[in-house]
Structure formats: structure tokens, C-alpha cells
């Protein structure tokens, strides 16, 4: 799908719509990559305390559960057998959802892309709209959006990065 860009045009008001179109659209960009780190900083901080604490937990229901108060309890004994096969299926859990979304990565991905635009969003900002390249800047920050995007999928998922050599090859033709 070829999506064009309307960029208003460049001698209205001395290019300053331009500017201000190419800078609306990383401050966007900005706020969600923001936000998206913060998410994954929480799920990944949330997990981690998780897998501590389901593991000490763990080894501490299957340590006690050898106590003389316990296995002489029927009750207490049938319960203890249960709890620790069950917390290790909940670590096991947990730990297999960290390692699929890889929420610790995702967050230095998230920060570092945040941190790249307004990098970028700073630049434009001082530049003079006359002098500014609307077309090339916002070409800039979709590349880096879809640098960012492959490079998620690709530890998600596995990407192979074939779709990023054809848009790459295709733009550069251009």
C-alpha cells in the first residue's frame, strides 16, 4: 500500500506549516514510543519480582513440606504436595512469557527510539523552515520507525528482515 504524504505547501507562510506538520508528527512518535517504554518497564519489572518471589516461594513450600508437622497432617500434607508442582508451573509460566516478550528489550528499544527522535526533533526545531527538508526528515523518522519495528518482530518472532531490503531498495530508486 503506497501512502502519500500531503504536506502543505512550502511558500504558504514562509514553510512554517511545513515545519510544523514534520514536527506534529514526531512529537507523536515521541509520546507513543514514551509510553510504550513505560509499559514494558513495568511488565518487565513486574515479571522479574515475579520469578524472585515464585522461586523462593517455591523452594520454601517443598523445603517445609518434609516437616514432621506437615507430612503427619493428611490435609496439610496433601495440600503441600499440590502447592509445589503448581508454583513451578507458575514460574515456568511466567518465565516462558519473559523470554517470548522480552519486555526488558523491548524497553531499551522503546527508550533509545524516544530518545533518537527527539534528537531529531530538536534539530528540526531549530532549523529555519526555509531551510528545512520536510520530505527527507519525515522520511528519517518512518525509517526509524521501521528500524525499530523490524528489530521487535525480529526477537519476537524471528524476522528474517526481507520486507526491510525491498522497501529499503525500493525507496533509494526513488
Known amino acids: 500500500m503506497n501512502k502519500s504524504i500531503d ?3 512550502k511558500t504558504h507562510n514562509n514553510g512554517v ?8 508528527k514526531y512529537e507523536q512518535k515521541i509520546g507513543y514510543y514514551w509510553k510504550a517504554g513505560s509499559t514494558n518497564k513495568k511488565a518487565y519489572k513486574l515479571m522479574r519480582y515475579l520469578i524472585v518471589f515464585l522461586g523462593a516461594l517455591t523452594t520454601f513450600i517443598a523445603s517445609i513440606s518434609s516437616a514432621s508437622f506437615i507430612r503427619d497432617n493428611m490435609n496439610l500434607n496433601v495440600v503441600f504436595a499440590l502447592a509445589t508442582p503448581i508454583l513451578v508451573a507458575m514460574l515456568s509460566i511466567v518465565g516462558g512469557f519473559s523470554q517470548t516478550f522480552q519486555w526488558g528489550a523491548a524497553w531499551h528499544e522503546m527508550v533509545l527510539t524516544a530518545e533518537n527522535l527527539e534528537k531529531e526533533y530538536d534539530r528540526i526545531h531549530v532549523t529555519p523552515p526555509e531551510e528545512l527538508n520536510a520530505i527527507a526528515d519525515l522520511e528519517l523518522l518512518n525509517n526509524k520507525i521501521i528500524d525499530e519495528s523490524d528489530g521487535f518482530f525480529s526477537r519476537i518472532v524471528g524476522g528474517t528482515g526481507v520486507e526491510k531490503k525491498s522497501i529499503k531498495s525500493k525507496s533509494a530508486r526513488q
Open 17 to 24: 506549516d511545513r515545519k510544523n506538520y514534520v514536527l506534529e
Open 7 to 9: 504536506l502543505p505547501d
